[in-house]
Nanobody, 120 residues
Framework: QVQLVESGGGLVEAGDSLRLSCAASRRPFSRYNMGWFRQAPGKEREFVAA????????YYTDSVKGRFTISRDNAKNTVYLQMNSLKPEDTALYYCAAGGWTKAQEYAYWGQGTQVTVSS
């Protein structure tokens, strides 16, 4: 069982930046691909970004390419999502997940989420 805890969300203005963190409770964290998803009120959960177990491969949904960066520190059991040039449409509950790639059903472990609100 892998427990994931997200942090770093908040209320910001359009154009601002935030850095989300997701800490995993136990090893071997480095065996898992990790992903970030988000869910806005009344919408389906959507894929945001993924990073391979080694950090050598990343993948982003088109709407965040060039603005968001996913990274990981396996020594700290932590994955990050750096979000720049935030837009109101980025407002959502952001989840990290372990064990999949771009589809939510591929992931076995999920955090509780951290809220990101971007005002215009």
């Amino acid at each position: 069982q892998v427990q994931l805890v997200e942090s770093g969300g908040g209320l910001v203005e359009a154009g601002d930046s935030l850095r989300l963190s997701c800490a995993a409770s136990r090893r071997p964290f480095s065996r898992y691909n990790m992903g970030w998803f988000r869910q806005a009120p009344g919408k389906e959960r959507e894929f945001v970004a993924a990073i391979s177990w080694s950090g050598g491969s990343t993948y982003y949904t088109d709407s965040v390419k060039g603005r968001f960066t996913i990274s990981r520190d396996n020594a700290k059991n932590t994955v990050y999502l750096q979000m720049n040039s935030l837009k109101p449409e980025d407002t959502a509950l952001y989840y990290c997940a372990a064990g999949g790639w771009t589809k939510a059903q591929e992931y076995a472990y999920w955090g509780q989420g951290t809220q990101v609100t971007v005002s215009s």
